[in-house]
């Protein structure tokens, strides 16, 4: 077999792993003796051991004889520092693997390249670069938030066949909040679906006083998404579900010295010309890797036009509404596309 095959054994163990490990990156491991696995393993929930160390522990006894021959491939650079846990870098020519396989070099300030070398200088024969596409495309979030400094932006909406968010409606706060579904039962699942595999949700004002959403995990299993509302003038009252404490929210606002509760905090910033940036600036420094906008037009829009998003997932209902909310317009590259019942799925990436 080829370094290849087992690099991609690797990225599939990642995947396994990759939202429990936020905010760290996932990573997949494979120990193997001539031509045989006796080792494999991903990262573990964040403060767990990462997925050198889970690798080398699922040896089994009968062939831990046999590590100090092996050949070790991982989708990421082994870390040099101490962090959560110990360098797996110590771990690794402890434990005399004379051969490393490195998918990608790691872009934390405190790695970057540092493994590679101390490995080498331990007299490590080290491969670097065996499918580094695939795996930096694995580990896209942590490559964005170290590299660009910011999240993964994801944008996703729904539009109506004719290309428009929402129908003409009046909207009065006193109003029992009901959203208008374009999409089906399946569709709306996979959204919740893709909500537990990412650290945030965005929203603005108005999607919040138009539809109230809960913004949660309901139809899914998984963990719940921060929720990040923007609010300039503190116009969401805590009647809202956003502000209902079940799941821990940031509300971005202009006004000053709100107090902050156990799962409901503020973060004083500028509503100008910068205020994505901004918001970028505050998401980056609370650790959150990646977030979902599921604003209305204007957020969406504003994310477009600032040129800060990776990916765009559209769902195009058979609703047909004439008139309303027009659905945002963005140029990017479509790579997939999907049929969900009667919804069509789009899925476009930035590589602008």
């Not at 945030?200 to 995990?217: E, M």
């Not at 010295?257 to 505050?282: K, R, T």
Request: aromatic share 6%.
């Amino acid at each position: 077999m080829t370094h290849e095959t087992y690099m991609h054994r690797c990225l599939g163990l990642a995947e396994t792993g990759m939202r429990a490990a936020m905010p760290n990156p996932s990573v997949g491991a494979v120990l193997v003796h001539n031509g045989r696995i006796i080792g494999e393993g991903h990262t573990s929930p964040y403060g767990g051991p990462h997925g050198e160390v889970n690798c080398i522990n699922s040896v089994k006894p009968e062939d831990k004889h046999l590590i100090n021959q092996s050949t070790l491939y991982v989708t990421l650079e082994p870390c040099s520092h101490y962090g959560k846990t110990p360098p797996c870098c110590d771990l690794i020519i402890a434990q005399q693997i004379p051969n490393i396989v490195v998918g990608t070099v790691d872009p934390h300030v405190k790695v970057a390249g540092n493994g590679i070398k101390k490995l080498r200088e331990a007299g490590k024969n080290v491969t670097v670069g065996i499918l580094e596409a695939e795996c930096r495309e694995s580990n896209r979030r942590f490559f964005t938030f170290h590299e660009k400094q910011r999240p993964y932006i994801i944008l996703k909406w729904a539009e109506s066949a004719d290309g428009f968010l929402a129908p003409l409606r009046r909207s009065v706060i006193t109003e029992d909040k009901k959203p208008v579904w374009i999409t089906n039962p399946y569709s709306r699942q996979l959204v919740h679906k893709w909500r537990s595999e990412e650290a945030t949700i965005l929203v603005g004002t108005h999607t919040v006083i138009d539809d109230n959403p809960q913004l949660d995990v309901r139809s899914w299993t998984g963990p719940q998404p921060v929720r990040i509302v923007l609010d300039r003038t503190n116009r969401i009252s805590g009647n809202y579900n956003v502000k209902n404490q079940k799941i821990k929210t940031i509300v971005l606002t202009e006004c000053p010295d709100l107090p902050n509760l156990e799962n409901l905090l503020y973060e004083q910033v500028p509503f100008d010309a910068n205020l994505l940036q901004s918001v970028c600036g505050v998401l980056h420094s609370h650790g959150l890797l990646s977030v979902i906008i599921e604003g209305g037009y204007k957020t969406l829009q504003g994310f477009i036009d600032c040129n800060l998003w990776d990916e765009a997932r559209i769902f195009k209902g058979n609703a047909v509404f004439s008139n309303g909310t027009p659905a945002p317009q963005l140029t990017g590259q479509l790579t997939a596309r999907d049929t969900i019942v009667n919804d069509e799925l789009l899925i476009f990436r930035n590589y602008g």
